[in-house]
């Protein structure tokens, strides 16, 4: 049997039946792929305080380090007369008190934006449904003025309000029938408080013990490969670390920036629901590239309902601040190892929201940059053992 195996024709006999049952594997797979997408949505979900402590840990190690180093630095100062002891203790001191400092500032911004963004936005979702249909005869009217006293468009008037019309009717009954799936999404939102809080909880834990874990890392690792391989993993990891990382820290800095931008820009154009509009196009820029668009769309839309003879002003502003946005605050708050190609972002969003919803979008633009840079070193692997490779 050995003897079979070991030729060329037990080899290729080999080959043959890896291949059949990966191919089994992917066809089972493929015709199961409801019931598979299914159980992969069910371990997200599961998995979902575990992956919000995560990201509570990448955005707020930071702080906690920034607190450590340079503001309670005076405790971990080195002095001759100290003991071993003392200084343990006052470097665990230090710690605590950043851990404590950095949580607190955190736990201010979540009180701050329940109070000042979810409250005001549900009763300005609910007047929104109900004074929708006068905004729209507003803008409505204002078309029809326009048109009327435009000599290029006079004698199309009436063709012209007939499509208005009927697009502004079926715009206004998609709207109102879309605010309560808004209210719905946002009421699912806040029921993920549990694991949300569950999140933060794990991440306190994981925070405070980081240099535990991390002795038991280099123990486990130590005990289990070589030093050189050893060293090739960590070097791995803090390659992904450092994409998520930038990316989640680079996204949220810019869409906290765009919000801001939208909330005074809206405010001084004087458009109604400033607050609402502003929030929703901030939380959409989150998502590069399909959530700009998104939010752009969403902001124009709602700025022509609104206000429509401001709409033209406002849909200018917008794409000055998005163009901004790209080409001076990203490259200034995201990492180079965080940023990526544009369809590469919105190849990532598509298929991450399509397969494993919203969680999953959010960070699926470092996991593709994960995966490229993945695949990119096992080619270069490839193609250096090919070219070391003795010519026969």
């Known amino acids: 049997m050995r003897k079979f195996f070991s030729g060329k024709a037990g080899k290729i006999s080999f080959y043959v039946i890896v ?46 380090r920034f607190f450590r180093e340079k503001v309670f630095s005076f405790l971990t100062k080195e002095k001759p007369d100290r003991s071993e002891k003392n200084k343990k203790r006052r470097a665990v001191l230090a710690g605590v008190l950043s851990i404590v400092c950095a949580y607190l500032i955190l736990l201010v911004l979540i009180a701050a934006v329940i109070v000042i963004v979810f409250v005001p936005l549900f009763q300005s979702i609910e007047d929104i449904q109900t004074i929708i249909p006068s905004y729209l005869n507003s803008a ?39 605010i309560p799936v808004i209210l719905s999404s946002l009421q699912s939102f806040v029921s993920e408080a549990t694991a949300i809080v569950i999140g933060l909880i794990i991440s306190v834990y994981v925070i405070a013990s980081l240099d535990y874990l991390r002795r038991i890392r280099d123990k486990i690792m130590a005990a289990l490969f070589e030093p050189a391989a050893t060293e090739r993993i960590l070097r791995r990891t803090r390659v992904i670390h450092t994409i998520f990382s930038g990316y989640l820290t680079g996204r949220l800095l810019c869409s906290v920036a765009l919000e801001l931008v939208f909330f005074f820009v809206l405010w001084m154009l004087k458009i109604p629901f400033y607050s609402v509009i502003s929030i929703l196009m901030g939380a959409l820029a989150f998502v ?68 494993f919803g919203v969680i999953a979008a959010l960070i699926a633009v470092p996991v593709a940059l994960v995966i490229k840079r993945a695949a990119r070193s096992l080619v270069a692997a490839r193609m250096q053992k090919k070219n070391e490779a003795p010519i026969p």
């Open 19 to 64: 291949c059949v049952l990966i191919l089994s594997v992917l066809v089972s797979l493929w015709i199961n792929l409801s019931g598979v997408l299914n159980f992969l949505r069910g371990c997200l979900s599961v998995l979902a305080p575990l992956i919000y402590g995560l990201v509570f840990v990448l955005i707020v190690n930071p702080v906690v």
């Open 140 to 178: 409505t009217e204002w078309i029809d003025k326009t048109i009327s006293g435009s000599k290029l468009f006079a004698a199309q008037h009436d063709d012209i309000m007939t499509y208005v019309n009927e697009s502004l009717q079926v715009s206004s009954d998609r709207i109102q029938s879309a």
């Open 288 to 355: 590069p590239v399909a959530g700009t668009i998104l939010s752009f769309s969403c902001g124009v839309f709602l700025c022509l309902i609104f206000s429509p003879a401001r709409a033209a002003w406002c849909a200018l502003i917008f794409f000055l601040v998005f163009l901004a946005d790209f080409f001076l605050l990203q490259p200034l708050v995201v990492r180079q190892e965080a940023r990526s190609s544009v369809l590469l972002s919105l190849v990532a969003v598509i298929v991450m929201y399509t397969l």
